[in-house]
């Protein structure tokens, strides 16, 4: 599970043409994975507490997720290079309009301590690192604008 939070972005130095971080103060969905803490005599309805995950462990799931989505937006942008190949050299143009989805503009961001070290884990070596988050782009225009076919819990597509 991940905490959401909208926010706003400004790159320093490094600043890209398009896409996030592109424009000052760009708004932002700001997420971090949370674990739940139940209390010590066990699970009851609904109650927990949102806890952190240690450093490492985060840093590890939202490293996992942002290469995830950037192979997923290589293998897309790959795909829809064939499909323009394949338009292009045919003799007729396709019957059917051709969806164009895209994933998500995002982005990992990590929070520093500046000129402290800490310790994550008993033994590990110290580091400035508070925080990794997941920066997504926010998409504008409310629910009528962004179609989810799939979410977390089931990979069957939502087409109703």
């Not at 599970?1 to 909208?6: D, E, N, Q, S, V």
């Not at 949370?34 to 952190?52: D, H, L, Q, R, W």
């Not at 782009?137 to 989810?148: M, N, S, T, Y």
Request: net charge positive.
């Amino acid at each position: 599970f991940k905490t959401a939070h909208p926010g706003w972005l400004t790159l320093v130095s490094h600043i890209p043409t398009t896409g996030l971080g592109s424009t000052p103060h760009q708004k932002v969905i700001v997420k971090r994975p949370f674990i739940k803490i139940f209390p010590p005599n066990g699970p009851s309805a609904g109650t927990y507490k949102v806890g952190c995950y240690a450093v490492a462990d985060e840093l590890s799931k939202q490293f996992k997720e942002a290469n995830v989505l950037y192979w997923a937006n290589s293998l897309l942008d790959l795909t829809y290079a064939f499909i323009n190949h394949c338009v292009v050299a045919s003799s007729t143009p396709p019957h059917f309009d051709i969806p164009r989805l895209r994933f998500i503009h995002a982005g990992l961001t990590l929070s520093f301590l500046p000129g402290q070290m800490i310790v994550a884990k008993l033994g590990a070596k110290p580091c400035s690192i508070r925080a990794a988050f997941h920066l997504e782009e926010l998409i504008p225009g409310g629910l009528d604008a962004f179609v989810k076919f799939i979410h977390n819990t089931d990979c069957d597509p939502l087409l109703d």
